[in-house]
């Protein structure tokens, strides 16, 4: 036996080091593993199903299944008039009910070629910033939950009842507001609600800044979503992926500032906000950052809300003339928008309802492939979907 | 439990194990729709906090608890599940429908797709009107729920009678 | 008000302007692009454009509405079932609607149409910042057309829905399976002539169920 040289030892023991490896893959070999979620889970917010086909922590396929919460909204607004569509559809997506309102008048207003006087339109995007802080805030508390941090979201839904009180203030609704009319709103405001509102926001500003320390400050969140999910921009934009969760890759898109929608954003200083990482950190953090926007350009619209009427004048029975007209606006949750077909009737002939969620998780199958177990739910809850808006 | 069985336990005994029911509601959530959001504020919020109603919210499972709250929308793809839920529940057990939809339909009450009201498949205890109900509403619907799990006489639930309450 | 002065109109109106340009100039490529496949195409001023294709040209004007006009962004896809339905209301009950209105002739909407059932999928450029509503007809002994999956992986579930609500059919999709209702259901929702059997049995219950305020008398 003659002495083995360093190279030569390293060499065996890299043998060695790879036989145990192929041997150990062999003993622990396993089937594969169907894991369902759901339909009724804590993380899929309402009732998502999502069945995975796992090899050992490894997702090999994911397919979610929905239907629970299939409403018929299109079926149902063939047989209701105009008015009677507003308040259902308030329901589809229910954490920031007022901006789904806000297209479907504003297509009907197409339609009628009526346009809301401009303190309508400035009360509107205001209520429709405030729905966003009270939809966009519950995703911050409920995330972090999901990655096992309890605590945000009861400060989440303590944070949430201030802009809450103050929709139903103006509305009489905490949840579904029904407070948009075609060529305007019903009420005015009341009295003292711009600066009871003021200093909601003022509130809520600090729980955003409550929040970047607590939740993207916080070494195990950063852990467990820095890298998760990665959606490149291209793919995003094929799947129909709108709202946060692109800009969240790096696109430079909001309808608020690049639709030609009749609202008041036009008339403020914001800032549209990006990130280029593409996963599941940057949604969270553009979704921050978007909360404490929304606070500002409801203040500016506060300070210069012009005086005047808030309704044009539109008919008391309501007949849209025959055409067909989109209209999509930026939801909290990406872009929403309905096409309406009318045939100068008193309900529509046909209503697509192009709601965010739907597209925006249309894409899990693709972003599912490959990844370990406790992504799914990182994933799942930064992709941030309402069911109601999935199904309608 | 044969006493309570029989249905000869004496008053005091049966107000007795009332109040302890009453005070140790395990709740179910059964979150489906808004209403939901609502059941999240009822129970996750400092404002309402149904804890100290003595209700725990959180089971680990239906088969540890004594009342499910439906809240939403119930669609006829989800009735399955929700059989399958109330089966799994250990006696005695209670129900509240939270919200028009669980109760009715409620706006979608044309739909081809939607149950109308939870009470065609299991039985309700509670009803909670709105759409969706405040938390206070919801709060109400359990407090009346105690006072009738507190005039209830177990043995006629044990013997699967019609269930009356004074 | 002051910021909504009168430079301000002037410049949202050449801006306008411009994109009717820009609309026209898509429509233009587009026709190009797809020879005979194009059939016309309806432009509102300040509005939106809607281009119909015939049904062999389905898949070739996505292509082309992605490489050549910019628009990488899936909006929707959908179809409208044009059969003439009564106010909506054929399918409610006799004390709702006690003298049904005859139906009308069946008319299709911007960009015309010849058939019942017609394809709709909207297409938008986020750097132009403008969408297209493309249309197809389906013939009604054949309701089928190509899938767009290859152009937009996102077509995918809406191609799913399509076919649960209206009964189309997209060769070579890899997956048609119900997406919203149980795989029992029959029917497709959408359709016209798909009645809302509640409605027949119950009237509105608006109607019914009349609330009175505090004082007021009954009938």
């Known amino acids: ?392 | 439990m044969g006493l309570v069985a029989s249905g000869k336990a004496p008053k005091p005994l049966t107000k007795l194990l009332n109040l302890g029911r009453k005070y140790s509601i395990w709740m179910y959530q059964w979150g489906l729709a808004c209403c939901a959001i609502e059941m999240g504020a009822v129970i996750g919020s400092p404002r309402y906090d149904v804890m100290r109603l003595g209700v725990i919210p959180f089971p680990a499972s239906p088969r540890q608890a004594d009342l499910v709250v439906i809240s939403g929308t119930v669609t006829d793809k989800m009735v399955p599940s929700i059989l399958r839920l109330y089966q799994q529940m250990p006696d005695p057990k209670y129900v509240i429908s939270m919200g028009s939809c669980a109760n009715c339909g409620g706006p979608y009450w044309d739909s081809y797709s939607v149950t109308k009201g939870v009470d065609q498949i299991i039985p309700v205890d509670v009803y909670v009107p709105g759409c969706p109900p405040r938390p206070e509403a919801l709060l109400e619907g359990i407090v009346l729920l105690q006072e009738r799990i507190m005039n209830e006489d177990p043995a006629a639930r044990w013997r699967g009678d019609p269930i009356v309450v004074d | 008000m002051t910021q909504l002065s009168s430079t301000d109109t002037d410049a949202t109106t050449d801006a306008g302007a411009q994109a009717d340009e820009l609309r026209e100039a898509w429509a233009a490529r587009l026709a190009d692009a797809l020879g005979d496949g194009y059939v016309e195409h309806h432009i509102i001023p300040g509005g939106d454009l809607w281009v119909r294709v015939t049904r062999d040209s389905w898949t070739d004007a996505a292509t082309a509405a992605r490489d050549q006009l910019g628009c990488q962004f899936f909006d929707w896809l959908s179809a409208i079932d044009w059969l003439p339905s009564p106010y909506g209301r054929d399918m409610d009950a006799q004390e709702d609607n006690p003298q049904p209105k005859a139906a009308d002739p069946m008319e299709q909407g911007h960009a015309g149409g010849q058939t019942r059932f017609q394809m709709v999928v909207r297409l938008y450029s986020i750097t132009e910042h403008m969408g297209v509503t493309i249309k197809a007809d389906l013939p009604k002994d054949d309701l089928s057309i190509d899938t767009l999956i290859q152009v937009y992986a996102g077509a995918d579930w809406h191609e799913r829905e399509a076919w649960e609500m209206f009964g189309i059919h997209f060769n070579s999709h890899p997956d048609l399976r119900h997406i919203y209702l149980p795989g029992e259901f029959e029917g497709n929702p959408l359709r016209k002539d798909f009645p809302l059997l509640a409605r027949r049995v119950k009237p509105w219950p608006g109607i019914v169920d009349v609330e009175l305020f505090p004082g007021e008398e009954g009938p």
């Open chain 1, 1 to 392: 036996m003659t002495a083995v040289g360093a190279d030569q030892r390293q060499q065996m023991a890299y043998v060695a080091t790879q036989a145990a490896d192929a041997r150990l893959n062999v003993e622990v070999e396993t089937e594969g593993m169907t894991l369902n979620i759901g339909p009724q889970h804590p993380a899929t917010h309402g009732t998502l199903r999502l069945v995975a086909r796992l090899d050992g922590e490894q997702v090999v396929e994911a397919e979610p299944i929905m239907g629970y919460m299939h409403r018929g909204y299109e079926k149902l607004a063939e047989v209701r008039t105009y008015p009677q569509v507003t308040t259902l559809i308030n329901r589809i997506d229910w954490l920031g009910s007022f901006a789904n309102e806000v297209p479907f008048i504003l297509a009907a207003e197409k339609l009628m070629e009526v346009e809301a006087p401009p303190r309508a339109q400035w009360i509107r995007t205001a209520l429709f910033e405030l729905s966003r802080i009270a939809n966009i805030t519950l995703f911050l508390g409920d995330m972090a939950v999901q990655l096992g941090a309890l605590t945000p979201v009861f400060m989440a839904f303590r944070d949430r009842e201030f802009v809450l009180n103050q929709i139903e203030a103006v509305t009489g609704g905490r949840f579904h507001p029904n407070f948009d009319r075609i060529g305007g709103l019903k009420d005015d405001l009341p009295q003292g609600w711009i600066n009871d509102t003021k200093q909601a926001m003022e509130k809520i500003r600090d729980f955003c800044d409550e929040f970047e320390e607590l939740v993207l400050g916080n070494e195990i969140f950063e852990a467990r979503s820095r890298g998760i999910g990665i959606v490149p921009p291209e793919v995003g934009l094929s799947y129909g992926l709108s709202g946060a969760n692109i800009r969240a890759s790096g696109v430079d898109w909001d309808l608020r500032r690049d639709g030609h929608e009749a609202l008041a954003y036009d008339q403020v200083d914001w800032k549209v906000w990006t990130h280029p990482d593409g996963d599941s950190f940057a949604r969270y953090w553009v979704r921050l950052q978007e909360t404490r926007e929304a606070t500002h350009i409801v203040d500016q619209l506060l300070d210069g809300l012009p005086s005047g009427p808030i309704m044009a004048k539109v008919p008391r029975i309501i007949k849209v003339p025959a055409g067909e007209a989109y209209a999509a606006t930026e939801n909290p949750l990406g872009e929403m928008g309905y096409y309406i077909v009318s045939k100068g009737d008193l309900v529509p002939f046909r209503v697509k309802i192009r709601s965010a969620s739907f597209s925006n998780i249309s894409i899990t199958p693709w972003l599912l492939k490959g990844v370990y177990v406790p992504d799914i739910i990182t994933i799942l809850a930064s992709l941030y979907f309402i069911l109601g808006d999935i199904d309608r």
